[in-house]
């Protein structure tokens, strides 16, 4: 757990990324994410949902903090990465 005063300082940089304004900036950046994941997804004829979805959240997160494009590519890189190392 954390605590103390670099807990306090990481809650304070974060708050306003959870707060309804920050929020709502975010809104047209996810729902493009969702949008463009379910085009996607009905172009396929069956997808494992579990591993869709989580790449979704995690697209999403990154486009929220470094734009649509830069989501999708870091992604991709991350998922090819880590099959590098399964294989």
């Given amino acids: 757990t954390s605590d103390g005063e670099r807990h306090a300082q990481l809650r304070a940089a974060l708050r306003p990324w959870f707060q309804s304004e920050g929020l709502t900036a975010l809104a047209p950046t996810f729902v493009g994410c969702v949008r463009?994941?379910?085009g996607e997804w009905q172009a396929r004829p069956a997808?494992?949902?579990?591993?869709?979805?989580?790449?979704l959240v995690a697209e999403c997160?990154?486009?929220?903090?470094?734009?649509?494009a830069a989501g999708r590519e870091v992604v991709?890189?991350?998922?090819?990465?880590?099959?590098?190392?399964e294989a």
Wanted: net charge positive; with cysteine; glycine share 6%.
């Fill in 47 to 55: 997808i494992e949902l579990s591993a869709a979805c989580d790449r």
């Fill in 76 to 85: 991709h890189l991350v998922e090819r990465r880590r099959r590098s190392i």
């Fill in 36 to 38: 463009r994941a379910l």
């Fill in 61 to 68: 997160i990154v486009a929220g903090l470094l734009g649509e």
